[in-house]
């Protein structure tokens, strides 16, 4: 499997997921802000990945404090703030950055086991990603029967993680345990990461796969050709509701109608229990020239007024389950979450 983000002899490596499927291409990241920058345009994207990275964007920006540094807080509080400010849904990204910061708080006045514990930190939330990602997988099995097709949307696989993948984990482990099943995966407009990343990923491992255009879900349900849809999150509130990629929201509706089971595989990790609805998640609008364009090229006029969110709010009662790496939630949410989270 390529590895999405890699930390090597001081350096952190990601695949540019921008050029994918059509080019593997690494970038080098040598300072906090080129990794800022990396997650804001997304060479690196996903919610897990995106909390790896800012992890690993701060053991960058630690490395770089000289060892008589004074006030390392000052800049420490700097690096977090840029890191913070690079994409506001997915909750990984602030969850990754507060880890960061206790281990901050405990070695501050040392500047080089801050250094070495720093990124010891970074190194275990990607591993324990990827260590999570196999448990949603081996927990959520049990939801895809032989034979199942599966709708999925976006890529909630291994390029959005650390590794296995948390929508795409569960379906691997359903594959790798002799299940015949079939992938659908949703183009994802506007930035195609259904079209580019989830069918480049499952081609890779020779899981069936069949690409559509985002309209075209509702159709395939009436014929009775979706017969279950698990798809990632960005951010799960308290009560159950789940941002996820924009697009996601309408596939829910759309399974409640035709009583298709829909299921969220997410680490605890991207629960928000600052959140209390759905309301209280914020939703990030990107660059209009994504709708207007595709790979650079104009589809509608320069002017054309458009709306982008990158994300919609999916309510618990469409959610047939949210599958973590402990269980799988499927009522009560908030008296589950708190058990599962203290
Ligand atoms: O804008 P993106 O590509 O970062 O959005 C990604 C998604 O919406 C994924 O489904 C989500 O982060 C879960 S990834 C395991």
């Known amino acids: 499997m390529i590895p999405t983000i890699e930390w090597k002899n001081g350096k952190v490596f990601m695949i540019d997921q921008r050029k994918l499927p059509f080019e593997e291409v690494f970038i080098e990241h040598s300072g906090y802000k080129d990794v800022a920058d990396s997650i804001k345009k997304m060479v690196i994207r996903g919610a897990p990945a995106i909390g790896v990275a800012a992890a690993m964007g701060v053991a960058l920006g630690v490395n770089n404090i000289d060892k008589n540094e004074k006030d390392p807080g000052i800049i420490f509080n700097e690096i977090v703030k840029v890191l913070g400010e690079t994409r506001p849904t997915a909750i990984n990204l602030f969850w990754a950055l507060d880890e960061m910061k206790k281990v901050f708080n405990l070695f501050q006045t040392n500047i080089p086991i801050l250094k070495k514990r720093i990124l010891e930190k970074a190194l275990e939330i990607k591993s324990d990603d990827e260590k999570t990602n196999k448990d949603i997988g081996r927990i959520g099995e049990v939801v895809i029967n032989d034979g199942d097709i599966v709708l999925t949307h976006c890529n909630a696989g291994s390029l959005a993680t650390a590794g296995y ?21 949703g183009e994802t407009r506007p930035f195609l990461q259904g079209a580019r990343l989830t069918v480049w990923e499952m081609q890779k491992e020779n899981i069936p796969v069949t690409l559509i255009t985002d309209n075209m879900a509702g159709h395939l349900m009436s014929k009775g050709r979706i017969d279950l849809v698990i798809v990632g999150a960005d951010r799960i509130a308290l009560n159950g509701d789940t941002a996820n990629k924009i697009g996601t929201y309408s596939i829910a509706v759309l ?35 994504e709708v207007r364009e595709i790979f650079g090229k104009r589809i509608s006029l320069p002017e054309t007024k458009v709306v982008n969110p990158a994300f919609d709010v999916t309510p618990f009662s469409l959610i047939t389950g949210i599958i973590t790496e402990r269980k799988i939630i499927s009522s009560d949410p908030e008296s589950e979450i708190r058990t599962l989270i203290r």
């Open 255 to 289: 399974s409640k109608f035709h009583n298709i089971p829909f299921y969220v595989a997410a680490p605890l990790s991207t629960i928000d229990i600052g959140s209390a609805s759905g309301n209280d998640i914020p939703i990030e609008e990107r660059d209009g020239n």
């Open 165 to 185: 993948g948390t929508a795409l984990g569960v379906i691997r482990r359903a594959n790798s345990s002799g299940k015949k099943i079939s992938v659908v995966a």
